[in-house]
Each structure stands twice: as C-alpha cells, then as structure tokens.
C-alpha cells in the first residue's frame, strides 16, 4: 500500500516538475522554476557535522571553533549555487534515433548546448533505473549524450522521462530536473530464433536479373549461408574436402533467383507476432544472401529487389502492421 502511494507522489511531483506535457517542443531550456535543489546524504552528513562543532564550541566557548563552523557553513552555501548554476539554463533538443529490433535497447541521442562562458561539469543523464550516462560540456559548446532504454515491442516507442542531475562541485546536494523531447524510435520485430527455410518452392522463386547471381555461367565458390538454395550447394566440391565448411555456387547470367516472402505462406495456427518474427527473420537471411525479394502481408505489397533500402522500407512494413500509419 506503501509504495503505491509513494509511486502516485513522485507522479504528482514529475507532473509539476515537468511545467507543461509530454512530449516538449524543441529547445528545452531548463530555466529556474524547472530545476530542483535538495541536501544530498552527504550534504545531510556535512550539516550533522556543523551542528555537532558549533554545539562543543557553544559549550567549550571556543572562537576558531566558531569560525570553522562559519567557514564551513558558507562553503556549504555557496556550493548550492554552484551546483545549481551548473544545470540551470541548459539546452536540450532531440538528436536521432536508429530503429532496433524488439528486446534490443535503444538508443536515444540528445543533443546538449551551453550558452554560458564557464564549463558545465559533471552532469548525469538517465531513464528511470537505467545507468546514468556522465557528460561534461565545455564553454560556448555542445555535446550529444545517448541515454537508452529497453525496446520491448515493435513499433513506435516514444522516448520516456529523462532525468538530468548533478552535484558538482562536492557532491553535497544535487540538483535535477526533468525533460520529455519529442523523440520516438522505431522497433522492428525480434527474429525468430528458429524459421522455417525460405519458401523456395512452388512460385516464390522467378528469375530476375540482380546481382548478376543466376544461373548461366558457373563463376566460382563462396560460404554458405542459411538462406541459399539447397541445389545451389556445391555438393561434389564439399564432399572433396574433409571435415570442410559447406559452399555455395556463383553464377553469372541474367537468370537469379527472386523469392517472395508470403504471408499466406505460414501455417494458420501462427498467431501475429510469430508471423511477423519469421518474415523478419527472412527478410534477414535474403538480404544477407543478396538475394531479390518481395513482401506481400494484408494491405502492403512491396516489389521485389535488395539491398539496405528495401530491407529498411520491409523492417518498417513489419514495425507498424496494423499499428496504424505505415
């Protein structure tokens, strides 16, 4: 019940921290109502100490220890407003994020300016119970930080709440604050660990021309990959060697082999996401073999072809299936 009731607080809290709501427009400025300056255990520490070295002084009516509790007290002080102006008036804006696969983490860039004429040092960003990332940004500069998060399922995935902290120069309080940029990421389906082959069989493979890898002229030998087709193995080749890693046959020509990545093609008892598994997982092995291919799933029919721009634009097909925009 406790904690619960904690969880609702600090919600309350972030709530009012954060000014306005998520996600913030572009730059973020973390002015002084936005930052928020609390005694570290340290901090607590040090002011325990005072307390107990102006009570013997009282009693024992020492001067110099009178004096090093003034003196310390002020430094004490005047470390708050260090550790204060070190976070405050900072800008942040959103950098780029690369699309990862489900259960990958993701990583979120963002870009840092510091107008001021003096160094902000030590300041720490992260995401919830995530490992802080420490940064340090010179006079008139900028600097990019990547916090990450970890990308449980495809599709959009919004940046969460970061954090910015620091407690710079000794650590005894720590200012903070709060920024949401409009930053999202987009998450691919995870590969299926285990696929069936490619659907080589039946009208799945044509002939095309990419590549120059047909079926004409013989060109030479290369490793095998998961993805080439059984008869393109060179059998006579691997059976000459001992123990010897399987290889495949090159050729040359305009004849290759263009293969279509079929929803339909899967068995009916394969819920959604196993289904969107094994075509990533396809769509990988093909691209790696750089084999032509095309995607047909509801409402998306992508033509056949290769390389990193077809990949991307079949990732992304997959990424948003019935998630909405595609």
């Given amino acids: 019940m406790l904690l619960p009731l904690r969880s609702r607080i600090y919600e309350t809290f972030v709530r009012?921290?954060?000014?306005?709501?998520?996600p913030?427009?572009?730059?973020?400025?973390?002015?002084?109502r936005r930052v928020y300056v609390l005694p570290t255990r340290a901090g607590l520490a040090y002011a325990t100490a005072l307390g107990v070295i102006l009570l013997g002084a009282m009693n024992y009516n020492l001067s110099l220890?009178?004096?090093l509790v003034?003196?310390?007290?002020?430094l004490g002080i005047v470390s708050i407003l260090h550790t204060f102006r070190n976070l405050v008036m900072l800008s942040v804006k959103p950098g780029r994020c690369t699309p990862v696969f489900a259960g990958d983490r993701a990583q979120f860039d963002l870009v840092l300016e510091n107008q001021r004429t003096d160094a902000r040092t030590c300041l720490r960003l992260f995401i919830a119970d995530e490992d802080p990332v420490e940064i340090d940004i010179g006079p008139k500069a900028s600097t990019i930080a990547t916090v990450k998060t970890?990308?449980?399922?495809r599709g959009w995935l919004p940046l969460p709440r970061v954090t910015i902290e620091t407690t710079w120069p000794l650590g005894l309080v720590r200012a903070w604050s709060y920024v949401v940029p409009e930053l999202n990421c987009?998450?691919?389906?995870k590969p299926a660990a285990k696929a069936p082959p490619l659907p080589w069989h039946g009208e799945s493979a044509r002939g095309s021309s990419k590549d120059g890898r047909g079926t004409d002229d013989f060109s030479g030998l290369r490793s095998h990959q998961v993805a080439d087709p059984p008869r393109h193995v060179a059998w006579k080749a691997v059976a000459r060697q001992q123990d010897g890693p399987l290889l495949t046959k090159l050729f040359t020509g305009a004849a290759t082999q263009e293969l279509w990545l079929d929803?339909?093609?899967l068995p009916d008892t394969i819920d959604l996401e196993q289904r969107l598994s094994i075509l990533t997982r396809w769509m990988?092995?093909?691209d790696s073999a750089g084999l032509a291919w095309g995607l047909r799933i509801p409402s998306v029919r992508l033509a056949p072809d290769n390389g990193p721009a077809q990949l991307g634009v079949g990732l992304r097909a997959l990424a948003l299936f019935n998630n909405g925009a595609r």
């Fill in 16 to 22: 009012f921290a954060l000014k306005v709501r998520p």
């Fill in 24 to 32: 913030e427009p572009a730059p973020i400025i973390l002015v002084q």
């Fill in 65 to 67: 220890g009178h004096a």
């Fill in 70 to 74: 003034f003196l310390l007290a002020g």
């Fill in 150 to 153: 970890l990308a449980a399922s």
């Fill in 186 to 189: 987009l998450v691919y389906p």
């Fill in 263 to 265: 929803w339909d093609a």
């Fill in 284 to 286: 990988l092995d093909a």
